[in-house]
């Protein structure tokens, strides 16, 4: 195969006809996807909707509803199920909403909203982890290792954003080291899957992030790579031929070091799951509490494996909720603004009404933009992974939810101040920054994971 043959728009073209070519028109996935009630494509014709997104996929005149339901799609993947032929109607949509994004950026604008975005996200997530962590540790956390290092039986790829949430991030490597599980860890910035190029119409530039981060997780020898970020998973399964080519563009095509080979991209909860005889005598404490859990839709398996680990733990009762779980594959890139309202306002008050004593997110992206909704409820918000640490006598504060709970930046530079000169930074300097990502919506939040 050329250099040419493997660019990731290219192989975005290859799917595309395979996605073309598959579709029956049926109109299955629009009828069944969540999102059309909060949008102008509701009550449009199914089978007219469909067409109109093939015809974007192609380059050909399209009618408007397809392009408004293409950027309507959060990627809850309720559609998936619904779809009767071999197509990911999600995949289909996010090539959808790339060309229409394609068709509003020159190549240079193109790749300036990419690498404007990743900085200002680097940055959010360095001062977010600076507040929170002694330098060593965000050190140890983020170091790149290039070429081969030791074989380990799985890397821990937690993403990037995790770090910003660093009771989650510890929570989960102290459950794995109880575990006696041989692993390395893999994250931050230079551990990218290229989403927030992606995402920005940079193709090339994301593809050749994602096929490097292969790389450097290759490297170990891994059986499995275990994440815990749902687009970190979405992205590195759903797209996994793509990234293996890119990934085989940046070798020149050689196949050396096992590129271009699929490698098993698994969910921390199906690991869990997978290993609840190793799990269950390291609960050693009774955790006496009612909890429901807030799900998404969007990662295979997640919900079920949860529930299994859940169940193994000693004393804790899971009570079943209403909710919207097909609102999105996670809170903080659900934007349509009625459909979040619409996810809260479901999400607490069932939990108000089930009389749970904690409402436990999965994601840490969700626990970012929860857990300081405690202050007006009834019941805590925690993370699942800190309900696992009460069970085996561990707890690390989640000072992410202390810091919000303040709302006061007088504070939280108070007693963050001396974390943060250690890190090289004056903390008057970070202030406004700072203030924004705990109590704002910065980054934007349409591509946060
Ligand atoms: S992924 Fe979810 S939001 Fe997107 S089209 Fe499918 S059902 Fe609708
Ligand atoms: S459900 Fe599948 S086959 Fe039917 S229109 Fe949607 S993508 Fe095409």
Excluded at 8 to 19: P, Y
Excluded at 245 to 265: D, M
Excluded at 379 to 396: D, Q
Aim: charged share 25%; with cysteine.
């Amino acid at each position: 195969m050329s250099k040419a043959e493997l660019t990731f728009e290219a192989l975005t073209d290859e799917r595309i006809a395979r996605i073309t070519e598959a579709c029956t028109l049926c109109g299955k996935c629009f009828e069944a996807c969540p999102m059309v009630p909060y949008s102008s494509a509701k009550g449009a014709e199914p089978e007219a909707v469909v067409r109109s997104v093939i015809g974007l996929l192609n380059d050909r005149p399209y009618a408007p509803e397809g392009a408004v339901w293409a950027e309507t799609c959060q990627k809850s993947g309720v559609c998936i199920e619904a779809c009767p032929e071999d197509v990911n109607p999600r995949e289909m949509l996010v090539y959808a909403k790339l060309k229409l994004q394609r068709e509003k950026q020159s190549p240079e604008s193109r790749a300036g909203a990419g690498r404007g975005y990743f900085q200002l996200l680097s940055r959010t997530i360095r001062l977010m982890s600076a507040i929170q962590m002694e330098p060593g540790l965000w050190r140890r956390l983020t170091a790149v290792h290039g070429g081969k290092r030791r074989e380990a039986g799985a890397v821990f790829y937690f993403g990037c954003n995790i770090l910003q949430t660093p009771h989650i991030l510890l929570s989960c490597m102290d459950v794995f080291d109880r575990m006696g599980l041989d692993y390395e860890v893999a994250g931050g910035m230079a551990h990218c899957c290229g989403v927030n190029h992606i995402r920005r119409g940079d193709l090339e530039a994301g593809a050749a992030m994602g096929a490097k981060s292969l790389g450097r997780f290759r490297a170990y020898s891994p059986e499995r790579v275990i994440t815990f970020c749902p687009t970190c998973q979405m992205q590195y399964t759903e797209y996994m031929p793509l990234y293996a080519k890119a990934e085989l563009r940046l070798a020149g095509g050689g196949k050396a070091g096992g590129a271009g080979e699929p490698l098993p991209f698994v969910h921390i909860t199906q690991h869990l799951a997978e290993n609840l005889d190793l799990l269950r005598p390291l609960f050693v404490r009774p955790v006496n509490k009612r909890v429901a859990v807030h799900l998404h839709g969007g990662v295979e398996g997640v919900e079920r494996n949860l529930r299994a680990v859940l169940a193994a733990v000693p004393g804790l009762e899971v009570a079943e909720i209403d909710q919207l779980s097909g609102h999105g594959y996670q809170c903080p890139t659900l934007v349509l603004p009625a459909a979040k309202r619409a996810l809260r306002e479901r999400l607490f008050a069932s939990a108000r009404e089930a009389g749970v004593d904690s409402l436990l997110t999965v994601y840490h992206s969700c626990h970012r933009e929860l857990c300081a909704a405690e202050k007006d409820q009834p019941f805590r918000v925690e993370n699942f992974m800190s309900i696992l640490g009460e069970a085996m006598g561990f707890e690390y504060p989640d000072r992410t939810k202390t810091f919000k709970l303040y709302e006061d930046m007088d504070r939280v530079l108070g007693e963050a101040g001396d974390f943060l000169r250690a890190h090289g930074i004056e903390p008057e300097k970070a202030r406004e920054e700072l203030r924004a990502a705990l109590y704002g919506e910065a980054p934007r939040p349409a591509v946060r994971a």
